[in-house]
């Protein structure tokens, strides 16, 4: 069985930082492409950042360029999400997700199997 589990998630004042943790079980961790997602009220999930198999590869939004940092380590079977120069618009709850395919890297949620619960991240102004 599958298992995403988000942490890191919480309340920040505008301009300050958080590292969003995703651990993963009852994968192969190490074949599979991982993405971070996030959605706000009344808006459709979007990408933020994703990394690839072996972490050499790495997509960002561009409303996250420069600020944020997606990486992974294989041997812990988990990844991570450095969040720095946080906005309020970032307001959102944060998901983890992995692509139904091994050694892919996409995205686009449709391509994604696997989800966390999600964590809520809120940015004051």
């Known amino acids: 069985q599958v298992q995403l589990v988000e942490s890191g998630g919480g309340l920040v004042q505008g301009g300050g930082s958080l590292r969003l943790s995703c651990a993963a079980s009852g994968l192969p961790f190490s074949m599979y492409g991982m993405g971070w997602f996030r959605q706000a009220p009344g808006k459709e999930r979007e990408i933020v950042a994703a990394i690839s198999w072996n972490g050499l590869r790495t997509y960002y939004a561009d409303f996250v360029k420069g600020r944020f940092a997606i990486s992974r380590e294989n041997a812990k079977t988990t990844m991570y999400l450095q969040m720095n120069s946080l906005k309020p618009e970032d307001t959102a709850v944060y998901y983890c997700?992995?692509?139904?395919?091994?050694?892919?890297?996409?995205?686009?949620?449709?391509?994604?199997?696997?989800w966390g619960q999600g964590t809520q991240v809120t940015v004051s102004s």
């Open positions: 997700g992995t692509p139904r395919r091994t050694y892919s890297f996409s995205s686009y949620p449709s391509d994604y199997e696997y």
